[in-house]
């Protein structure tokens, strides 16, 4: 789920997918051994690490969400689904360490994470049981305060631009605190992620068949019409952005899946890359069966994006396209459900879990970029 703080400070261009446009079959490994992994027109891929604990030992564990801060801070939110429980991590000196909540959080799934600084941390979620309200955490340095919110209101994402600006979002409409108070905001759209920008916010998600993109202008969330495509159909799953960079409000990177009919005329997801360059949109689409889920800086004026489970697209600044594939152990399959830069590196650290194919239980996990 999202989000977190997305803004960068980083070079970019429209650009056709080519070879982008691939799909990639990971293949489990042992936990440390190197794998490749290659499509047209692509180099041999390098594989991530994964940075967890002993496999078992975070059983029924996973992490939805990751924010940094500007002093290399990273937090990790998500749930433990065996005890019902809510987990919250940071990332300070190189070690990922739990970080205890207050009871008013304890029987919440943590969907979202954003920070601005170690005394400013927001958390959202749903509640792990059946119950009347969802909440939003803040953490000011020294305590946690709880702000309960409709069950209705199940969070896809929360963003922080600073203290008095804050963003969350969800399926059924979206809030701004404005460092007094939580308000309902209309938005126009069924938000998926959001994200902070110098001059507020951009939420992505979807609306009816199409994918679709909201600003939020200083007062109030402004649809930014995104151009039909053509030809797409209404399948299990809709059309939709997943997922926003902003390099700046003029530069603003979104990715997604359509739904496209196939040649039997069923819908068959395709993989959505799009631009916003303050003035217009652009978009490439790719093969079918293919998605794009997350998207991130990649520290050094380039992005990484995910595509489908495990496999790591990079577009670097001169616009040249890699693929690269995360470490898995033997026997699981990875479900990465975030990413993000560590601010002042060109390390990108992925959160999820690894998946165990005979009982489908989750062991938390981190990944980290070479």
Do not use: C
Request: net charge positive.
């Amino acid at each position: 789920m999202k989000k977190r703080n997305k803004l960068v400070v980083a070079a970019g261009s429209t650009v056709a997918l080519g070879a982008l446009a691939t799909t990639i079959t990971v293949t489990a490994a042992d936990s440390g051994a190197q794998r490749t992994a290659a499509s047209a027109g692509a180099a041999a891929a390098t594989v991530w690490p994964l940075v967890q604990g002993t496999p078992g030992q975070d059983t029924g564990t996973s992490l939805s969400s990751i924010a940094t801060t500007p002093d290399g801070t990273m937090w990790a939110s998500g749930s433990r689904y065996r005890d019902r429980k809510p987990a919250l991590q940071r990332l300070s000196n190189g070690t990922w360490t739990n970080v205890g909540l207050p009871a008013s959080l304890s029987k919440l799934s943590l969907n979202s994470v954003t920070a601005t600084s170690a005394s400013d941390v927001w958390v959202a979620g749903q509640l792990a049981d059946s119950g009347a309200e969802n909440a939003i955490g803040h953490w000011n340095g020294k305590a946690w305060r709880t702000f309960t919110v409709p069950y209705q209101f199940q969070s896809t994402g929360i963003a922080a631009r600073d203290t008095r600006n804050v963003w969350a979002v969800s399926y059924s409409g979206a809030k701004y605190w404005n460092g007094t108070a939580w308000a309902d905001t209309p938005i126009g759209i069924r938000p998926r992620a959001v994200a902070a920008s110098p001059g507020g916010a951009w939420a992505v998600g979807t609306t009816g068949p199409q994918p679709a993109a909201a600003r939020w202008n200083g007062s109030a969330w402004v649809t930014v019409p995104f151009p039909e495509i053509a030809g797409t159909v209404r399948g299990e799953i809709a059309s939709s952005f997943h997922d926003v960079l902003v390099v700046s409000d003029d530069d603003v990177w979104a990715v997604g899946a359509v739904q496209l009919a196939d040649a039997s005329g069923k819908a068959s997801s395709r993989s959505l890359f799009a631009h916003w360059n303050g003035t217009k949109w652009t978009h490439t689409i790719g093969d079918p069966r293919t998605a794009f889920t997350e998207i991130t800086s990649d520290g050094a004026g380039g992005m990484w994006i995910m595509e489908n489970q495990g496999v790591m697209r990079h577009r670097a600044a001169d616009g040249t396209w890699s693929t690269e594939t995360v470490t898995v152990p033997a026997g699981t399959t990875p479900r990465i459900n975030d990413m993000a830069v560590r601010p002042g590196t060109r390390t990108v650290w992925a959160v999820g879990a690894t998946s165990t194919t005979a009982t489908g239980w989750a062991d938390l996990a981190h990944w980290r970029s070479n």
